[in-house]
């Protein structure tokens, strides 16, 4: 069974930085796509970057593009986003999902099979 445990979020300044971490086990990742997304109250679950385990192509969103940075660890079986300039409206439960259908895009909810419960990001103003 796929496990995906998220950690490393909080409470942060806007203009900081956090890192999120996604823990994966149960599974060999390495045919894997791991992705980000992130749910703000009141409004539906949106894309925030994606990784293709083997490889190493990465997809992001436009509003992170250029302050977000999705990496994986084969070592540690884990993936990172690093979050810099963070703004308010960053603000969201951001959580970790996988899925290794052989036909994937990366940004919609639907192909990925497997989410972790989630990490709360609040970028305060």
């Known amino acids: 069974q796929v496990q995906l445990v998220e950690s490393g979020g909080g409470l942060v300044q806007a203009g900081g930085s956090l890192r999120l971490s996604c823990a994966a086990s149960?599974?060999?990742?390495?045919?894997?796509?791991m992705g980000w997304f992130r749910q703000a109250p009141g409004k539906e679950r949106e894309f925030v970057a994606a990784?293709?385990?083997?490889?190493?192509?990465?997809y992001y969103a436009d509003s992170v593009k250029g302050r977000f940075t999705i990496s994986r660890d084969n070592a540690k079986i884990t993936v990172y986003l690093q979050m810099n300039s963070l703004k308010p409206e960053d603000t969201a439960v951001y959580y970790c999902?996988?899925?290794?259908?052989?036909?994937?895009?990366?940004?919609?909810?639907?192909?990925?099979?497997?989410w972790g419960q989630g990490t709360q990001v609040t970028v305060s103003s």
């Open positions: 999902a996988a899925t290794n259908r052989a036909l994937v895009l990366p940004s919609r909810t639907i192909f990925y099979d497997y």
């Open positions: 990784i293709r385990w083997s490889g190493g192509n990465t």
């Open positions: 149960g599974r060999t990742f390495n045919t894997y796509t």
